[in-house]
Each structure stands twice: as C-alpha cells, then as structure tokens.
C-alpha cells in the first residue's frame, strides 16, 4: 500500500504563492506519475496537473499559467507552487499517484486564501 | 479541451441497481479509453474503484462494473448497500496531455 501525505500551510494571502509537498511512502517515487487534484467547497473534483517521473509536466489549461510542480526523488516527495492565488483557489487539495487514473491520494489538505 | 458531464444525483433502495453516466464531449473519451471512476466519500481520500472503462481496481467488489458505449461511459453498482451512498466522480483523458474529471453524481441509497 502505497501512502501519501501533503503539507503547508493552511492560509495563504490573496496574491501570494501556495505551496504544498507531498510525500511519498513507502515505495520509491522514481517510476510513476504525481498528480495535483483539488475539491473546492461543495464543488467537484479538478484535476490541476501531473509530473513524469524524469520531470517533464502537464497542468490544465486553465491553471497552467499559474502552476509549477516539481518532484524530489531525494526526498521521495513532489511539490506544487500556485502562483497569485485568488479566493477562488480555497479548496482540499489532493497528491496523487497516477498517469491518467489515480489509483493511491493523500488525505487531502484544506488551503484557505484569505487576508 | 472538454468536460464530461455527469448527472447530479441517482438514488436506489438497497439491493437495487444504478447506472451513472459520464458523457465526454471530445473524440478522446471513445479513442482512448482511459475513463476511470471513483468513490468519494466527503472528508475522506477518493477510491479508484474501475479503470480504462471496465477494470475493477484491488479489493473492489464485483458489485461495481465499467462499461463504454461511442463517448459514455457508465458505472454500474449492483446490488446496491448502505455504504455504496457516496459521491463518484469519473474522469478521462481528453487530451491533449490533460485530464478531466466529470461533475460528479450523489448516489444516495434510499
């Protein structure tokens, strides 16, 4: 059984940057797909993007211009930044393993955007 | 790129079956094939219960089923129990490089 766990903050300003890790255990990184994936509230799931195991990432089209993700193998963990968040970026957000189906996700951590 | 729609509720009594569909506008739904359900329960980590349509994922009943018909696809829970009540959300890859989930349907078991 593979288990993942994201962290950071829980409030981020309006304008600022979100950044969360997850890490990943007990298996290797090296290998797979990490996902980004995030719930607002009362509202369905989207999917934000994914990182390859060399590196190489695809974000949706609607996020793309705001989104870096990156992977740490030392670390065995994968980050996401978003970058001028909004309020509309509070949401759960969800790590996950996967190229286009997700077969193992973190618990989900809340980020509320918010001065 | 496209969505897929799904409708927002369906209901059944116990031992009943459901049918929810997920309805992707593009051509890469059909082409593709890589539709996967999951299982959400609010507060908790979504389950990936079927993948590329039909492949029940580890440890899920048989009760749950995947089928595809042109650019819909469906899931199946048969005989339905107390705790089938979630939220499923289906997603595809509609290309390109990007990933799409549905709407999402409440299943409540009546």
């Known amino acids: 059984q593979v288990h993942l766990q994201e962290s950071g903050p829980g409030l981020v300003k309006p304008s600022e940057t979100l950044s969360l890790t997850c890490v990943v255990s007990?298996?290797?990184?090296?290998?797979?797909?990490w996902n980004w994936i995030r719930q607002p509230a009362g509202k369905g799931l989207e999917w934000i993007g994914h990182?390859?195991?060399?590196?190489?990432?695809d974000y949706h089209p609607s996020l793309e211009s705001r989104v870096t993700m990156s992977l740490d193998t030392s670390k065995n963990q994968f980050s996401l930044d978003l970058m001028s968040v909004t309020v509309a970026d509070t949401a759960v957000y969800f790590c996950?393993?996967?190229?286009?189906?997700?077969?193992?996700w973190g618990q989900g951590i809340l980020v509320t955007v918010s001065s | 790129h496209s969505a897929l729609t799904q409708p927002p509720s369906a209901s059944g009594s116990p031992g009943q079956s459901v049918t929810i569909s997920c309805t992707g506008s593009?051509?890469?739904?059909?082409?593709?094939?890589?539709v996967s359900w999951f299982q959400h329960h609010p507060g908790k980590a979504p389950k990936l219960i079927i993948y590329?349509?039909?492949h029940r994922f580890f440890g899920v009943p048989d009760r749950f089923s995947g089928s595809m018909s042109g650019n819909t696809a469906f899931l199946t829970v048969s005989g339905l129990q107390a705790e089938d009540e979630a939220d499923y959300y289906c997603?595809?890859?509609?290309?390109?490089?990007?990933?799409?989930f549905g709407g999402g349907t409440r299943l409540t078991v009546l």
């Open positions: 996950a393993r996967g190229p286009v189906w997700f077969d193992f």
């Open positions: 007990p298996d290797s990184i090296s290998g797979f797909f």
């Open positions: 990182i390859d195991p060399v590196g190489n990432t």
């Open positions: 593009s051509s890469y739904t059909s082409t593709y094939k890589y």
């Open positions: 590329e349509v039909n």
């Open positions: 997603s595809s890859y509609e290309g390109p490089k990007t990933v799409m």
